[in-house]
């Protein structure tokens, strides 16, 4: 079981740069594909930036590239998305999830992923 815990998200004004972090529980995080998700009112779920350590496999959605860095610290058991160049349509609930140990692959689709954080606010201003 792996419990995962989102902070970092708040009000920017579009151009600026927020961190999300997302500590997760379990010991072998280092094993577990994580990614990142976004929810817009109205919207469904998108994807945002997957990351498998063990095949060293990273994966942004085209809207993103270049902005965003996944990354994470195993020492601490957190995965970090790094967002930079914040646009008013980054707007969103953002959530931390991760895969079973079993699947190392990364995917796009929401519903492969096993657990989910609680989601946390991210608005850009203009």
């Known amino acids: 079981q792996v419990q995962l815990v989102e902070s970092g998200g708040g009000l920017v004004q579009a151009g600026g740069s927020l961190r999300l972090s997302c500590a997760a529980s379990?010991?072998?995080?280092?094993?577990?594909?994580m990614g990142w998700f976004r929810q817009a009112p109205g919207k469904e779920r998108e994807f945002v930036a997957a990351n498998s350590w063990s095949s060293g496999t990273t994966v942004y959605t085209d809207s993103v590239k270049g902005r965003f860095t996944i990354s994470r610290d195993s020492a601490k058991n957190t995965v970090y998305l790094q967002m930079n160049s914040l646009k008013l349509e980054d707007t969103a609930v953002y959530y931390c999830?991760?895969?079973?140990?079993?699947?190392?692959?990364?995917?796009?689709?929401?519903?492969?992923?096993?657990?989910w954080g609680q989601g946390t606010q991210v608005t850009v201003s203009s």
């Open positions: 999830a991760a895969r079973d140990p079993n699947n190392v692959r990364v995917s796009t689709t929401p519903r492969n992923y096993d657990y």
């Open positions: 379990g010991r072998t995080f280092s094993s577990y594909v």
